[in-house]
């Protein structure tokens, strides 16, 4: 399998500008540019704007969120295969990263839970898109289009404009290069550490529910090991917008966490094993049928051990309880990631649905409300239809809405533990 | 100390299932399981009166506890019991509210139910004391119960360690590490051999019993129910789209069909366009009056029940279930269709 190198370009700061540029960790975008990445018969409009770590900004129903990214000068192929790229190309190579920025497009569409994302305050310390410059996508759809044309044309919009302002960096010299090997081969010898893989579960629900591999839904496919290089670059796009805080934008998948922290302890404790990936089927034959594959087909490639990850919520649980059954029956080691919903006071059972045996991470309470001040400025929409209140009001939401905060990808900082409630009679 | 004792119908030897919808009413003195209860609390306490309901009624009807409570105020309590409930659901339900309502109205108040009672999350400030799952562990439950009433009759606090249901919050908060460093972690520590390490403890999950098929489908009322979210176009009532808090019902008496841009559903978890463009699809009105007219079912029962069960916490789906159970069985329902999305 093909290396790949990261070419890293840190962003300290985005504006909005003339033409497109980058210069020494300061990226401007073009206005008019935007427009032409975005011009297609679906949409009427765009409007782009910037929100930065720290400003007092809302951005209210955040849809896919991209990092930029763009092969370098002497590497073939290109990000983003089956959308900008063909899936016949070179592998690996060079990827420009414009780490510490984020395009995301922002607005209702039929089945976008409302979520939201706050620069500041205590829904930023719950999301990784308050962590990073965000350029933000507002859009008008064209009246005779269907909403699905008009999000097709979104997710193609964001594609190339990722693609666009990491082509700006290409000539710099990066700040940081990271090599990635790739996954420890079965049958190699592994100095007695464990072979530890990931499965990650796709949601695969139909229009505005559905993840892409290679521009194609994964819904109908049994599990499949995939090449952790092509899902650096983009060949996981996301075109789900179910559950926010339980979301896996493309960003998300472009930096898959659990990858990175199998790779940041490769050769130390363990064996980076491997990617597997797998639908969500919708019926329950069909989540025992991939489940029972999936825990084969990471056997058959020599994983002892494997972390699996969902999206979604309810129906996403039993995919993984009977994934997390299926591998334990075979003799794998087995961790999931769910959020808990236990509701608002945390008394209720934590699980919806849980595996017989393995273990779970907890990535936090859906349910738990957090108190949100207001801010200056809103973006995405003028109203918080969930909170029926203004889009820049305080306000009181589950952590359910905050985009990312229970990532079941792992990126999120929440947790769960009991707390002795002793109320004296 | 002047008790004041609820149990249900059953336990009042009004009857079964059959008596399940009467309404609220005195007993003098102790029946039932508050017999044993008086034995053990011995001289220096008095069950002064039993309160007793039918578990439908006190399960679908909001004004049951405090019609109870003012029943318990008005036998001059100082002390409110309820119970042992065990794993009845509807018989659960009505404790706790009982319970949690008279504590509220200053009346002390303790409820007894097995762990796993859908009706605990109802008891507000009120302390519950586990019993068993069935009434086949009636004397160990009551004495549990006996120990502390009279505990708490002599002004101590009701602990873990006298039976007391705990319901420990799980908390959120921030940690340092991300899950997924955290998820790496914990593979390391269980192939390191701690197979006992879990943030979530796992298991644990109970097997629901169908019930028995019904005898002759021809001869029973159905009840068509859904977790869907169908609701009159516009959604007048302002059903959630997730996180249900409620559920409501809706008729359907002379109707044949639930036709298109007349009901919709408003689930924020699945995409709704097939369902709106024909409603019958997530509520089979259409399919169940042709079973109606052909004679396969006996009745259509005449309004159906709907929430969302798009992010709703188990703990809320599970108070709706008995909920609704006991609404059915209220109506004559003998069997419900759910459907789910």
Redesign the interface.
């Given at each position: 399998m093909p290396a790949l190198r990261r070419m890293v370009h840190e962003i300290h700061s985005v504006k909005i500008g003339a033409a497109t540029g980058y210069e020494r960790h300061h990226l401007v975008v073009g206005q008019d540019q935007v427009q032409a990445l975005f011009a297609d018969p679906a949409l009427a409009s765009v409007r782009v704007h910037v929100a930065a770590p720290g400003d007092r900004v809302r951005i209210i129903a955040p849809l896919d969120v991209v990092e930029p990214r763009a092969k370098g000068a002497g590497s073939a192929g290109g990000v983003f295969p089956g959308w900008l790229a063909p899936v016949n190309r070179p592998r690996g190579g060079d990827t420009h990263v414009l780490r510490g920025a984020a395009v995301l497009a922002a607005g209702q569409l039929p089945r976008n839970q409302e979520g939201l994302i706050d620069m500041s305050g205590p829904a930023a310390e719950r999301s990784p898109f308050a962590r990073t410059n965000n350029v933000v996508v507002e859009f008008d759809r064209v009246e005779h289009a269907s909403w699905q044309e008009a999000e097709v044309a979104v997710r193609r919009g964001l594609l190339r404009l990722a693609v666009h302002l990491a082509n700006a960096a290409v000539g710099a010299p990066p700040d940081v290069i990271e090599e990635l090997a790739p996954p420890h081969q079965p049958g190699t010898p592994t100095s007695g550490l464990p072979r530890v893989g990931v499965i990650t579960n796709l949601q695969t629900q139909g229009a505005f529910k559905d993840v892409f591999v290679y521009g194609r839904s994964m819904a109908g496919s049994l599990p499949t090991l995939f090449d952790p290089v092509e899902i650096e670059d983009g060949a996981v796009v996301s075109g789900q917008y179910g559950h926010p805080a339980l979301r896996n934008p493309t960003y998300l998948h472009q930096n898959h966490p659990v990858i990175a922290e199998l790779r940041a302890r490769d050769g130390q404790d363990l064996c980076f094993a491997g990617v597997v990936l797998c639908p969500e089927p919708v019926e329950q034959a069909d989540k025992e049928l991939v489940s029972t594959h999936a825990a084969w087909l990471c056997r058959a490639a020599g994983f002892d051990a494997v972390i699996v990850t969902k999206e979604g919520a309810g129906n996403a649980d039993n995919d993984l309880m009977f994934k997390v059954d299926a591998l334990e029956a075979l003799g794998l080691t087995a961790v999931a990631l769910y959020a808990e919903m236990s509701g608002a006071d945390g008394t209720g059972p934590p699980l919806v649905a849980g595996p017989r045996r393995g273990a779970v991470i907890s990535t936090g309470n859906y349910d738990q409300r957090v108190k949100l001040p207001s801010c200056d400025r809103a973006m995405g929409g003028s109203q918080l239809r969930i909170a029926d209140a203004d889009a820049t009001a305080a306000v009181e939401i589950p952590t359910a809405a905050i985009l990312s905060a229970l990532s079941p990808l792992g990126a999120g900082w929440l947790t769960c533990r009991p707390e002795q409630q002793l109320g004296v009679a | 100390m002047r008790i004041v004792h609820y149990v249900n119908q059953f336990y009042a030897g009004l009857g079964g299932e059959d008596s399940a919808g009467i309404g609220a009413r005195v007993l003098k003195g102790t029946v039932g399981p508050g017999r044993l209860l008086a034995q053990l609390l011995g001289a220096e306490h008095d069950i002064v009166a039993t309160l007793v309901c039918g578990d439908d009624h006190a399960a679908s009807h909001t004004t049951a506890a405090p019609e109870l409570l003012k029943m318990a105020q008005a036998a001059g309590a100082d002390l409110l019991v309820a119970g042992p409930a065990f794993g009845s659901g509807r018989y659960g339900l009505a404790c706790a509210r009982l319970a949690a309502v008279a504590q509220a109205a200053g009346l002390?108040a303790?409820a007894a139910m097995h762990p796993d009672n859908p009706g605990i999350?109802e008891a507000g400030?009120?302390?519950v004391i586990a019993a068993g799952a069935t009434a086949r562990e009636m004397r160990p439950s009551v004495q549990r119960l006996a120990a502390a009433v009279t505990k708490?009759a002599a002004g101590e606090?009701?602990?873990a360690a006298d039976g007391r249901v705990?319901?420990?919050?799980?908390?959120?908060?921030?940690?340092?590490?991300?899950?997924?460093?955290?998820?790496?972690e914990?593979?390391?520590r269980?192939?390191g051999g701690d197979r006992e390490?879990?943030?979530?403890?796992?298991?644990?999950?109970g097997v629901v019993d169908p019930a028995a098929p019904v005898d002759k489908a021809a001869s029973v009322t159905v009840a068509l129910v859904t977790e869907g979210a169908v609701v009159p176009a516009g959604n007048p009532d302002r059903l959630e789209?997730?996180?249900a808090s409620r559920w409501l019902r809706y008729p359907v008496e002379g109707a044949d069909t639930l036709a298109s841009g007349a009901w919709e559903s408003v689930d924020?978890?699945?995409?709704?366009?097939a369902a709106n463009a024909d409603p019958n699809r997530l509520l089979p009105l259409d399919a169940a009056r042709a079973l109606e007219r052909e004679g396969a079912i006996g009745r259509l029962h005449g309004e159906f029940l709907t929430t969302v069960?798009?992010?709703t916490?188990?703990?809320?789906a599970r108070r709706f279930g008995v909920e609704w159970a006991a609404q059915l069985r209220k109506a004559g329902v003998q069997a419900a269709i759910l459907t789910a999305t």
């Open positions: - | 002390p303790l999350s400030d009120a302390p708490l606090a009701l602990t705990i319901q420990a919050a799980r908390v959120g908060q921030l940690v340092e590490q991300r899950a997924a460093a955290r998820a790496v914990l593979v390391l269980r192939l390490a879990t943030e979530v403890p796992v298991g644990g999950f789209s997730a996180r924020g978890g699945f995409a709704t366009t069960g798009n992010g916490p188990v703990a809320t």
